[in-house]
C-alpha cells in the first residue's frame, strides 16, 4: 500500500494520491430543491395550512353579512363658480391657486361630526335596529372571533397627522351619550374616496340593511348639499350687512371730497387752468415723441455716415449702397461685359476691333458706376445734415414746452391733490355699490357649487363577507404561512441532512449512505434486515472496492463525530458486506472505552486488542472467528485505564503495518468518536483512509466541522465521509430525485430474507 503524504486540508485529505477516494462531488443548488423542504416538514405545513384556511373561512362564514351603497358628488371649486367672481378676496385667490387644499377640506366636511349629527337626526336613529340593539347579532364564535382580530389590530393602528389643509373644527357641541353613539357610529361606516382625475367624489355607507345603507348615504349627500349651500348663504349674509355698512360711510366721505373740490374751482379758477393743462400736455406730449423720432433718425443718418467714412475706397461694399437698385443694375451690367471680354478673349487677340469695343464698354461702366456710387455718398451726408438740424430745432422747441408745463403744474398742485382724492372716493364707493349689488343676486339664486350627481340604490347583495375572495385569500395565506412554517423549521435545523451538505458545508467526499432501521439497535446484513438497507451496504462495498487501486490489504478506520451516530453499525456491516463479497475482512475494535462490536455480533470480550497491545497475549489468541468464514474480528477486550496510550504506542505502529502486509484483503477499525477522546486522531495517519460517519439529522454543522478539523489535524492520507440513519419516508423527495432511492419499489415489495 502506497503512503502518499497528507495535508492538512480537506482537499489533501481527499486527493488523488490516496489509496481510495470517496464518490459524490457538490451538486449546484436547484430551484426545486425547496420543494424538499417543504416536502421534509409537510405534517407541520399541513396543520399550519388548514388552522390557517379554518380560521379565515369560519371568519368568513361567522360575519354577519354587509351592505355597502355608494353615492357620488361632483365637489367644484369655489374660483369657478359666480360667487367667486363676486367675492374676490385673500381666500379664494389660495383656493384658486391650490384647489387640492379646498378639495381636502371638503372630504374632511364629509367625515365631520357636524354633517354628522345633522344625518343622525334626519335618519332618526332611534328607530334603526342597528343602533338600537335590536338588529342581528353575531354568534358568541363571531363575536369571539372579532374581539381577538380587535386586539391583534390594535398595536398596529396608525393615527394619521394632522393635515394643516383640514378646516378648523367648531367648538365643541354638548353631545348627550346617545346622540354621542349615534355619531359615532354613522362616521365608523362613512367612506370617501375620490375619483381621481377629476371632481368627483364617492361616498358610501355599510350596514346590515341594504335599505338602511341606501337611505343613509343618500340622506348624507343630501344634508351635505344642504349644509354647504347654508355655509356659502351665511358668509354671503354676512358680507352684505358689512358692505352696507362700509356703502354708506363711503357715500359720506365722497360727498365732502366732491364738495371740497368744487369750492377750490371757484377760488383758484380750476377750469381754465384745466384747459390749459390740456392744450400744454398735449403740446409737450407731441414735441417729446417728435424729439425722439429726430434723435433716433440723426443717430441712423449719423451711423450710416460714418460708415462711408470709414469705408474709404470700399464704399461700393456698404449694405446702404449695395441695395440701391441702380447700382445694382451697373454692377451687373460690369460683370456681363467682363464675361463678354473673358469669352473673346479666347477667340481674339487684344488688338481686335471687337476686344477694342468691349473695353471702351467696360470703361464707361465703371466710370458710371463710380459716379452713381460717389451720389449716392452725397445723399447720405445730406440727409445726415438734415436730421441733424431737424433734431436741434425740436430739441429747443421741447425745452420751452417743458418750462410752460412746469410753471403751470406748480400753480395745480394742490388742485390735483383734491381731484384725485374724490375721484379715490369715487370710485371705491362704486366699488362697493357694486359688490353689494352681486353678492344680492347670488343670494337670490342660491348659486350651489356641490351637487349630487348619482344618488344611491339599495345594493343587490353584501360586499362583505365575499367567500370566493376570502378562499382565495384563505388559499394565498395558508399557502404562505405553511411555507413560511418549514423554511423557518429548516433554517432552525442546524443539522448535516443530506449528501448536498456534507460535500458543501464539510467539503468532505461523499461515499455513500445508509438508510435508518427501526427497533434494532445494530442491524446486520446477517439478521432479517430491509431491502434498502442491505443495498446501502451494498453500495459502499462497491465504493470502497472500485476506489482501492492499490494492491495490499486495505486498512481503514471508522469514526465518527459523537457517540449514537452508528459508527459501530457502519463498521460491522461494511466489513460484513466484503466478506460476503469474497474478501478477507478483520475487523477491529478500537473502541477501548465503550465498546460495541461484541455486542454487535454476540462474541466473548474477555481478550482483545487491550491485552494485544499491552503484550499480554499474542495475535492469534484475540482473533474471534465468526459465522462467516472470511470475517475475523479482534475485540476491544477489558476497558484499559490508557487506552490513548496504548494506541499511541509503537505497538499499534507495529500492529497496523503488521496487517498491511498480512494475510487479509480488508482492515476495519473501529475507533471512538472524534469529539470525545483523541483516540480516533492518534489512529487516523496509521490507515490508508478514514470512513466519517455523520448520523442523518442528528449532528449539527458546528459539531461536524470542529470533528473534521479536528480529524485533519492528524494528518490523515483520506477522509470520506458516510452519512448514516438517513430517513428516505421522512426525505422521499429530495433522495428519489437526486439519488433515486426506491429499492422497495424496485424489489415490488418483496418479503425480507
Not at 384563505?474 to 448536498?500: E, M, Q, R, S
Not at 482492515?667 to 442523518?696: E, N, Q, W, Y
Request: hydrophobic residues 40%.
Amino acid at each position: 500500500m502506497s503512503h502518499t503524504p497528507a495535508d492538512s486540508t480537506p482537499a489533501a485529505a481527499t486527493s488523488s494520491g490516496s489509496q481510495f477516494q470517496g464518490l459524490g462531488l457538490p451538486r449546484e443548488p436547484h430551484l426545486l430543491d425547496k420543494l424538499t423542504v417543504i416536502h421534509k416538514h409537510r405534517r407541520p405545513v399541513i396543520i399550519v395550512f388548514l388552522a390557517v384556511l379554518g380560521w379565515f373561512m369560519l371568519d368568513s362564514y361567522t360575519t354577519i353579512p354587509q351592505y355597502r351603497a355608494s353615492a357620488r358628488l361632483m365637489i367644484e371649486e369655489e374660483s369657478s363658480g359666480v360667487s367667486a367672481a363676486a367675492a374676490g378676496d385673500l381666500a379664494q385667490a389660495i383656493f384658486y391657486q391650490d384647489p387640492e387644499i379646498y378639495f381636502q377640506t371638503q372630504y374632511r366636511v364629509l367625515r365631520g361630526r357636524e354633517l354628522a349629527r345633522r344625518v343622525a337626526g334626519a335618519l332618526d336613529l332611534s328607530r334603526v335596529p342597528e343602533f338600537n340593539g335590536q338588529g342581528a347579532k353575531p354568534t358568541p364564535l363571531a363575536e369571539g372571533i372579532s374581539t381577538v382580530k380587535s386586539a391583534l389590530r390594535a398595536p398596529l393602528r396608525w393615527v394619521a397627522p394632522a393635515d394643516p389643509g383640514a378646516p378648523i373644527e367648531p367648538p365643541a357641541v354638548n353631545e348627550s351619550a346617545i346622540e354621542r353613539a349615534y355619531v359615532d357610529g354613522l362616521l365608523s361606516r362613512i367612506g370617501v374616496e375620490p375619483v381621481r382625475g377629476s371632481r368627483l367624489v364617492d361616498i358610501s355607507f355599510q350596514a346590515a340593511d341594504p335599505e338602511f345603507a341606501a337611505r343613509a348615504i343618500n340622506t348624507l349627500a343630501e344634508q351635505y348639499v344642504t349644509q354647504n349651500l347654508e355655509f356659502k348663504v351665511q358668509e354671503i349674509q354676512k358680507s352684505l350687512e358689512y358692505l352696507a355698512q362700509e356703502r354708506r360711510r363711503q357715500q359720506a366721505v365722497v360727498q365732502a371730497s366732491e364738495r371740497a373740490l368744487a369750492e377750490y374751482r371757484e377760488q383758484q379758477n380750476a377750469l381754465s387752468l384745466d384747459s390749459s393743462q390740456n392744450i400744454v400736455v398735449s403740446r409737450l406730449n407731441s414735441l417729446n415723441d417728435s424729439a425722439v423720432r429726430a434723435r433716433t433718425e440723426r443717430m441712423q443718418r449719423e451711423t450710416l455716415w460714418r460708415q462711408v467714412q470709414q469705408a474709404g475706397n470700399d464704399r461700393d461694399s456698404l449694405s446702404s449702397i449695395v441695395q440701391n437698385t441702380f447700382i445694382q443694375t451697373l454692377k451687373g451690367r460690369l460683370t456681363d461685359l467682363e464675361r463678354d471680354r473673358t469669352r473673346l478673349s479666347e477667340r481674339y487677340g487684344e488688338r481686335h476691333p471687337e476686344m477694342e469695343a468691349i473695353r471702351v464698354s467696360i470703361a464707361n461702366a465703371e466710370r458710371q458706376l463710380a459716379n452713381e456710387i460717389d451720389r449716392a455718398v452725397q445723399t447720405i451726408r445730406s440727409e445726415y445734415e438734415a436730421a441733424a438740424t431737424q433734431e436741434r430745432e425740436l430739441a429747443r422747441a421741447l425745452e420751452e414746452q417743458k418750462t410752460a408745463a412746469m410753471d403751470l403744474n406748480s400753480k395745480r398742485i394742490d388742485y390735483t391733490v383734491i381731484e384725485r382724492e374724490a375721484e379715490t372716493n369715487r370710485e371705491l364707493y362704486n366699488s362697493l355699490l357694486q359688490r353689494e349689488k352681486e353678492l344680492q343676486v347670488i343670494a337670490n339664486s342660491r348659486a350651489n357649487n356641490v351637487r349630487i350627481i348619482d344618488r344611491a340604490e339599495v345594493p343587490s347583495g353584501p360586499f362583505t363577507p365575499n367567500h370566493r375572495r376570502d378562499w382565495l385569500l384563505a388559499l394565498l395565506f395558508a399557502t404562505v404561512f405553511g411555507c413560511a412554517i418549514a423554511f423557518g423549521l429548516d433554517y432552525l435545523d442546524d443539522t448535516v441532512k443530506t449528501p448536498d451538505d456534507i460535500a458543501r458545508r464539510l467539503k468532505l467526499r461523499f461515499l455513500g449512505l445508509v438508510p435508518s432501521v427501526s427497533g434494532d439497535r445494530h442491524p446486520l446484513l446477517s439478521g432479517p434486515v430491509p431491502h434498502d438497507f442491505g443495498e446501502a451496504f451494498r453500495a459502499l462495498r462497491t465504493a470502497l472496492v472500485s476506489q482501492a487501486t492499490a494492491d495490499g490489504p486495505k486498512v481503514i478506520s471508522v469514526t465518527s463525530a459523537q457517540p449514537l451516530e452508528g459508527k459501530t453499525t457502519t463498521a460491522v456491516n461494511l466489513a460484513m458486506a466484503l466478506a460476503v463479497g469474497g474478501s478477507r475482512v478483520l475487523l477491529v475494535d478500537a473502541d477501548m472505552r465503550r465498546p460495541s462490536v461484541h455486542k454487535a455480533l454476540r462474541i466473548a470480550n474477555d481478550r482483545g486488542l487491550s491485552q494485544l497491545l499491552a503484550g499480554q497475549v499474542r495475535m492469534r489468541e484475540v482473533v474471534n472467528r465468526t459465522h462467516d468464514p472470511n470475517l475475523l474480528v479482534i475485540t476491544a477486550g477489558r476497558t484499559p485505564s490508557n487506552p490513548s496510550e496504548l494506541l499511541s504506542a509503537d505497538r499499534m505502529r507495529a500492529l497496523v503495518h503488521g496487517l498491511e502486509s498480512g494475510p487479509f484483503d480488508w482492515v476495519i477499525i473501529d475507533t471512538p468518536p472524534v469529539l470525545a477522546v483523541t483516540d480516533a486522531v492518534i489512529v487516523a495517519p496509521l490507515v490508508a483512509g478514514v470512513v466519517f460517519v455523520v448520523g442523518s439529522e442528528m449532528t449539527r454543522w458546528q459539531l461536524a466541522e470542529r470533528a473534521v478539523q479536528t480529524l485533519l489535524s492528524g494528518n490523515p492520507r483520506s477522509v470520506v465521509a458516510v452519512l448514516n440513519k438517513v430517513d428516505f419516508a421522512r426525505n422521499r423527495y429530495y433522495y428519489s430525485r437526486y439519488y433515486g432511492h426506491q429499492y422497495k419499489s424496485y424489489y415490488a415489495e418483496a418479503p425480507a430474507a
